[in-house]
């Protein structure tokens, strides 16, 4: 793989780059061609159909491949284990395609609310699956839920949306090797650059490439990246047979937001840090959640698991639970200026958001309570802004809530 070696804040820029063969460019461009003249049927030039083959998306998918480790060579596969889907839960669809009618798996219990309608709404009825909800900080309820459900696939986010939990992937990757469970993780909230599941020996990564990796929300997209060639030639399979790719607009875009990835989660790192512990000593908020606080009960694991040149960093989210219920949580969301209240998050603009109301609505009520997705929960993605100005924006809001 081309670049390997290199840090990753330049791989970010050239990962499995190469200037376009026929014109020299150096950056790769929209290909929007849906098709590929043969000379005689069968020979070509490698590009076939736009679905199966398309260069644009290569590039992004060769380089997200890149960043998040994968071992595999042009020989072992031609993105060299990425792939790149029309959204995050389009890869996470494809990606439980790995499984057969009737398999079970275990996903982590707090899990984007998407994830968990996709489980628990879908697939148990078109495809049998056994999902079963698992607590994975505690790995003595990873192990039993191991011996109960005998998993094919152990599904992680971590951290964790909304509430930051984590999970340590080294064990969640030893306790799927051995039962024989493809492991996944979600990596969308730590990004690359800080948290690469393929070393800690994660089977497949996946990524709403919507959030940091597009980094400018202005594409819809998803990843999922294997060191593993087995796996590499199911999921290239699958891209192909059920064909929810990654358009060439959004594979430009994506590949143009990642190249400022190391850039982007510096700053984010850094002002949520800051932001996150001036938020602590608020007396309009009761509790915050963070990795990187010396109050969040995995911090220890955080600073282990989540680094940035081999320096801990935590990301740019933040969760914070304000004194009182929905209505100061309204007060406060309807006040806020510089943050944008909207769904979604990882963008350069700092965004801000209800979960119970908006991103896990579709969580049943009785899981947000279990895991404490309260009213008084309210989720920040803190964006590249002037931390100044971002905290003077919370300021002026919680003086209001
Ligand atoms: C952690 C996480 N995973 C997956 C998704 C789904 O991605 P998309 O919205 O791109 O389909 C999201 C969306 O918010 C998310 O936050």
């Known amino acids: 793989m081309a670049h390997g070696k290199l840090h990753l804040d330049s791989r970010v820029i050239h990962g499995g780059q190469h200037p376009e063969p026929g014109t020299g460019a150096v950056m790769p461009p929209i290909f929007t061609s849906s098709t590929f003249i043969q000379e005689s049927p069968g020979v070509h030039k490698g590009f076939e159909y736009s679905r199966s083959h398309n260069a644009t998306r290569f590039a992004a998918e060769r380089l997200i491949a890149n960043i ?15 792939f790149c889907f029309a959204s995050g839960l389009a890869a996470i669809g494809t990606a439980l395609e790995l499984l057969d009618a009737g398999d079970s798996i275990l996903c982590m219990d707090d899990v984007y609310g998407g994830t968990n309608r996709l489980l628990s709404r879908v697939r148990r009825r078109s495809q049998g699956l056994k999902v079963s909800f698992v607590d994975m ?57 800080l948290q690469r599941p393929i070393e800690h020996g994660i089977d497949l990564v996946m990524h709403s490439t919507t959030k940091y990796l597009g980094g400018h929300s202005d594409t819809v997209g998803g990843a999922l990246v294997t060191s593993d060639r087995a796996l590499a030639e199911k999921l290239r399979f699958m891209q192909n047979a059920i064909g929810s790719v990654m358009g060439p607009f959004d594979a430009y875009l994506t590949l143009r937001g990642t190249k400022t ?23 309009k908020v009761a509790r915050v959640a963070y990795p990187g606080l010396a109050s969040h009960p995995q911090h220890a694991l955080a600073a282990r698991q989540m680094r940035l040149e081999g320096a801990p960093a935590f990301g ?3 969760t914070m639970f304000l004194k009182g219920g929905i209505d100061e949580s309204r007060r406060f969301l309807e006040h806020v200026r510089i943050f944008a209240l909207a769904e979604s998050l990882g963008g350069v603009e700092s965004l801000i958001e209800h979960p119970a109301i908006m991103t896990h609505a579709s969580v049943p009520a009785d899981q947000r309570a279990t895991l404490g997705i309260s009213d008084s929960l309210v ?18 809001a919680l003086a209001k809530a």
């Open 379 to 396: 989720r920040l993605s803190v964006g590249i802004e002037h931390p100044d100005d971002l905290q003077a924006d919370l300021e002026q």
């Open 68 to 82: 998040e480790g994968s071992a595999l060579s042009d020989a072992d596969d031609r993105t060299n284990g990425g």
């Open 137 to 193: 900080t505690d790995l003595g309820k990873l192990e039993e839920a191991i011996r109960r459900e005998k998993p094919k696939m152990i599904w992680v986010e971590t951290p964790t949306n909304p509430t930051l939990k984590l999970v340590d992937l080294a064990a969640v990757a030893k306790a799927g090797k051995a039962c024989g469970a493809v492991t996944v993780c979600d990596n969308t909230f730590a990004t690359p650059m």
């Open 316 to 318: 740019g989210m933040i």
């Open 261 to 283: 990835l190391a850039v982007r989660m510096r700053r984010h790192c850094e002002s949520a840090m800051r932001i996150a512990a001036w938020l602590e000593r608020h007396p």
